[in-house]
C-alpha cells in the first residue's frame, strides 16, 4: 500500500502568512494527487487535482506542485477562511490512502 | 444541484451487521463512481471502498476486506455499504462521494453517518 505522510500536522499560522503543507508518498505517485480542505462538522471539500489542478471556485490564492515522491499545498496569504484541516490522498492505485492531515490554526 | 444523503447509521454491538444507503441526486448517477470514505472521531480520514458506474471495479481498504461489501442500484440512484462483523475500530462518520472515475478525486461528498459500535 502506498503510504502519505503530511507534514506538519499542526500549523499556527496568522491571517496574511504564506503556508506550505508537505506530503510525502511512500512510492512514485506520478501526479495522482488530490486535495482537500475540510472544516469542523463538514464533509471534506476538494481543492485540487492531479497535484496542481485547481479546482473551479477555489480561490487562486491556493496552490499545488510536486510529482513523483513529494507534492505541496501552498496558501499565498492565509484568510480567515482557510482555517481547517487539510489532506491529501494519492489516486495511483487501490487501497487509495490519505496522509494524516494536516490542521491550520490562528496564532 | 447535486445531493447526496447517507443513512442507515446507528449504534450497533460489536460482530452485528448493519447496512449504509446513500441517495443520490442532482446528476447522472450510473455516470459517476462512487465510494465510501470513513472518519474516526477526531481522527483523520480513511478511503473505505469504491465503485466502479457499472458495478464493477469494486476495491476495498485492507482493515474492511471480507467484512463490508459496497454495491450499487443505478435503476434507484443508490450507494450500499453492507457492513458485517462489525468492531469497534469501524466506529466513525461514513461519508459517501462521487468521482469521474473509479481512480478520481471525490467531487461531492454527503453530509455522512455515524456508525458507533459499542457493547
Known amino acids: 500500500d502506498i503510504q502519505l505522510t503530511q507534514s506538519p500536522s499542526f500549523l499556527s499560522a496568522s491571517v496574511g502568512d504564506r503556508v506550505t503543507i508537505t506530503c510525502r508518498a511512500s512510492?512514485?505517485?506520478?501526479?495522482?494527487l488530490a486535495w482537500y480542505q475540510q472544516k469542523p462538522g463538514k464533509a471534506p471539500k476538494v481543492l485540487m487535482s492531479t497535484a496542481s489542478t485547481l479546482q473551479s471556485g477555489v480561490p487562486s490564492r491556493f496552490s499545488g506542485s510536486g510529482s513523483g515522491t513529494e507534492f505541496t499545498l501552498t496558501i499565498s496569504s492565509l484568510q480567515p477562511e482557510d482555517f481547517a484541516t487539510y489532506y491529501c490522498q494519492q489516486l495511483k492505485s487501490y487501497p487509495l490512502t490519505f496522509g494524516g492531515g494536516t490542521k491550520v490554526e490562528i496564532k | 444541484e447535486v445531493q447526496l444523503v447517507e443513512s442507515g447509521g446507528g449504534l450497533v454491538r460489536p460482530g452485528r451487521s448493519l447496512r449504509l444507503s446513500c441517495a443520490a441526486s442532482g446528476f447522472i448517477f450510473d455516470d459517476y463512481a462512487m465510494h465510501w470514505v470513513r472518519q474516526a472521531p477526531g481522527k483523520g480520514l480513511e478511503w473505505v471502498s469504491g465503485?466502479?458506474?457499472?458495478?464493477?471495479?469494486?476495491e476495498y481498504a485492507d482493515s474492511v476486506k471480507g467484512r463490508f461489501t459496497i454495491s450499487r442500484d443505478n435503476a434507484k440512484n443508490s450507494l450500499y455499504l453492507q457492513m458485517n462483523s462489525l468492531r469497534a475500530d469501524d466506529t466513525a462518520f461514513y461519508y459517501c462521494?462521487?468521482?469521474?472515475?473509479?481512480?478520481?478525486?471525490?467531487?461531492?461528498w454527503g453530509q455522512g453517518t455515524m456508525v458507533t459500535v459499542s457493547s
Open positions: 465503485i466502479r458506474w457499472d458495478g464493477g471495479g469494486i
Open positions: 462521494g462521487k468521482s469521474n472515475t473509479i481512480l478520481a478525486e471525490v467531487h461531492s
Open positions: 512510492q512514485g505517485i506520478s501526479s495522482y
